[in-house]
């Protein structure tokens, strides 16, 4: 009902495309679409940049190498002069795009070749889990609030038992014991390092977050007056749940999406942060923070270039969730939070 | 107007309150108690009564979207009670059920013709076929051509009632249960919407279960009447009858109450005491002697019956 009362219109318009206009009409959508959108293809240009912009490849450890600037010869990695003497100072931000344009990490690979491999990763994990929350979710939300009893009770335990742990928590132990051994379910089977692992343990521990609210929903939803109609013409089980109760649970699963999908990210940059997600010598923006923390001192953009783009990432995916869910609900926006 | 399209026995319908681990026969709530209805073909029986009386409840158990817990509801050949759900699903185009809150009965998300062509798709009707009734249903229950193509959210309530008419319609039912369908619409489109009631029932022969609470609107369109109060009838009538001469106290209270627009009024006004008793714990003998004013010994310990007096029925040991 909410969202047909504010939004009067001259011609039929479906509810949907109702949304959409106001959607289309928001800054907010525009300007979190248009930095995802930079992010996105600054990520599938990642080769491009690395084989022939930059010429270098970022998954080798070049030790010894050399470039020439400003008409100097200078070697990427120089021996620490501070303190003990101890370890290599890479080279810092050349500004040059050719070479090393954001300096180089601990062992002499191109930091903004990785940073650009990285988002891939990232934002392929990030998306994959974020989806695989969304569609388990709605399935058991489905399930769970239209067939109520003690389906829903099984389920809902279920999802209790995970809900019981934090999710970091649950995130690390999981991914601490499946990166030695591998999953095996059915026959799916995740060998140890697969980037498979973090995305299924991602996509599974944020299930009950969402699963939760779209079963209330639709338990909501199943004692609306046209959902008993639909029972009184004679509807099968599956016309109620397809056609009557989840085009009206809809809305609040594509507001889930872009959360879900920041949310996601952010848990794949800490498992990688931590050394149990992405793999080396893969890339993801939570490996290369790690690999800038032994340089934090000398050469801190390693550390921020990645951190940057996960909070401009983040904020940008929170920014759209905001548009989508106020297109979708207009009194939300009225109300001003 | 002869035989009965649908007879209802002893039925009932109790809810246990707690939960899982905490049911107890003791809080058991009658929400309607072996009430036996007889509604014949063609008629418009009314069903009167307070908030919480039984009769939405009784209306949702005649079209099955309520379990009965005892009892049964004959409908020409099938007892409704006793049919499970699966079973029922191809009977259902031969009784329909419109609701009350005409904001909370279409889908948001559906153009209206879809939803008037929801049953016919159901039941499967072809593509062309039901575009062709429901356009046709449409504009019969008084709406342009172009609400075809819109959707809910487009009309007033007045107009979307009569989308929720013509969706119970589509199927061409021989009975109509009607849950309160204009208390939710302004008194100025309440007449209008009842006319259509009329109108459709002389075109469609239909036979109309009609809920209310409102005394003037029940009056308006049905032929008998029956009181409802605390899950039991307590009087059943023709309608002119019920209201020119009502015999059981309850009927007679609940008259009084509803105001007349002349000055020939000289009816005098009773007010009862107290409240409708909660219905866990029901008053001993009569479920209405604790209010009423004409209570005696015999009250507080027998239950009266619903026996015949001339044409009608009364529940009351001491009728007029």
């Known amino acids: 009902m909410s969202l047909n009362e504010s939004a009067s219109a001259i011609f039929s318009e479906s509810p949907g495309k109702i949304a959409l206009r106001t959607l289309a009409r928001d800054k907010r959508s525009w300007i979190s679409l248009s930095i995802l959108g930079t992010i996105i293809l600054l990520a599938l240009f990642a080769p491009l940049y690395a084989h022939i912009i930059a010429k270098t ?6 030790l010894n190498a050399t470039i020439t600037l400003h008409g100097k010869t200078i070697s990427v990695l120089e021996p620490s002069t ?15 795009i050719h070479k090393y344009f954001l300096g180089a990490d601990g062992q002499g690979r191109d930091v903004m070749a990785r940073l650009l491999y990285g988002s891939r990763n990232t934002l392929f994990i990030g998306t994959s889990a974020g989806l ?15 067939r109520r009893g003690w389906v829903d009770a099984v389920l809902s335990r279920i999802l209790d038992v995970i809900w019981a742990f934090p999710v970091y928590l649950l995130a690390i132990s999981l991914s601490v014991v499946l990166l030695t051994s591998g999953l095996k379910i059915g026959f799916l089977h995740f060998g140890p390092g697969s980037m498979a692992l973090p995305i299924t343990i991602i996509g599974v521990v944020y299930i009950p977050y969402v699963a939760r609210p779209i079963r209330g929903q639709v338990l909501a939803m199943r004692e609306r007056e046209f959902v008993r109609a639909a029972v009184g013409t004679g509807a099968k089980h599956s016309t109620i749940v397809f056609r009557e109760i989840l085009p009206n649970v809809m809305p609040a699963v594509l507001v889930f999406i872009p959360i879900m999908i920041a949310l996601s990210m952010l848990t794949e940059s800490a498992l990688s942060f931590l050394s149990i997600g992405v793999q080396p010598p893969s890339a ?19 550390a921020l270039a990645p951190g940057l783009m996960i909070v401009l990432t983040a904020a940008a995916l929170n920014l759209y969730g905001d548009a989508v869910r106020d297109a979708l609900d207009p009194k939300t926006r009225a109300r001003g939070d | 107007m002869s035989n009965p399209i649908l007879s209802i026995r002893n039925l009932s319908k109790n809810y246990i309150l707690g939960g899982a681990f905490t049911k107890s026969s003791k809080d058991v709530v009658h929400a309607v108690e072996k009430v036996n209805l007889e509604i014949m073909e063609g008629e418009t ?71 008037v062509e929801e049953p016919l798709r159901v039941h499967g009707v072809a593509k062309q076929e039901r575009k062709r009734v429901a356009q046709d249903l449409l504009r019969r229950v008084g709406l342009d051509a172009n609400a075809y193509e819109k959707y809910p959210h487009e009309f007033s309530g007045g107009q979307r009632q009569r989308v929720v008419i013509a969706r119970a319609l589509a199927l061409n039912p021989r009975l109509v249960v009607a849950d309160e369908p204009v208390s939710a ?124 007096i001339g044409k009608r029925q009364v529940s009351c040991h001491f009728p007029e």
Not at chain 2, 246 to 254: D, I, N, Q, S, V
Not at chain 2, 258 to 283: A, F, H, V, W, Y
């Open chain 1, 57 to 62: 490849d970022p998954f080798a450890s070049t």
């Open chain 1, 82 to 96: 501070t303190g003990l003497g101890l370890g290599v100072t890479p080279i810092g931000p050349t500004w040059n």
């Open chain 1, 132 to 146: 695989i929350t969304i569609i388990l979710s709605l399935l058991i939300g489905l399930i769970a609030g239209y």
């Open chain 1, 284 to 302: 993801s923006w939570g490996t290369i923070i790690n690999d800038g923390l032994a340089l934090l001192y000398t050469r801190p953009i390693v």
């Open chain 2, 45 to 115: 029986l009314g069903i009167v009564g307070e908030s919480g009386c039984g009769k939405s409840t009784l209306g949702r158990m005649i079209v099955r979207l309520e379990e009965p817990t005892g009892g049964e509801i004959i409908f020409e050949d099938l007892d409704l009670a006793k049919e499970s759900h699966r079973a029922l699903r191809t009977h259902r185009k031969r009784f329909q059920m419109i609701f009350q809150d005409p904001y909370a009965s279409l889908n948001p998300r559906r153009q209206i013709g879809k939803i």
């Open chain 2, 185 to 308: 619409l302004d008194v100025s489109i309440q007449a209008q919407v009842l006319n259509l009631f009329k109108d459709l029932q002389k075109e469609f022969n239909l036979t109309y279960v009609f809920i209310a609470h409102d005394l003037g609107v029940v009056r308006h369109v049905s032929d008998r009447i029956a009181v409802m109060y605390l899950g039991k009838i307590v009087e059943l009538a023709d309608a002119n009858d019920l209201y020119e001469h009502p015999m059981h106290p309850y009927t007679k209270a609940l008259l009084s109450a509803n105001p007349r627009m002349d000055d020939s009024d000289t009816r005098e006004r009773i007010i009862l005491k107290g409240d409708i008793p909660n219905p866990i714990n029901r008053p001993s003998g009569c479920v209405f002697n604790p209010r009423c004013p004409k209570a005696q010994e015999i009250c507080k310990t027998e239950s009266p019956q619903l026996i015949n």
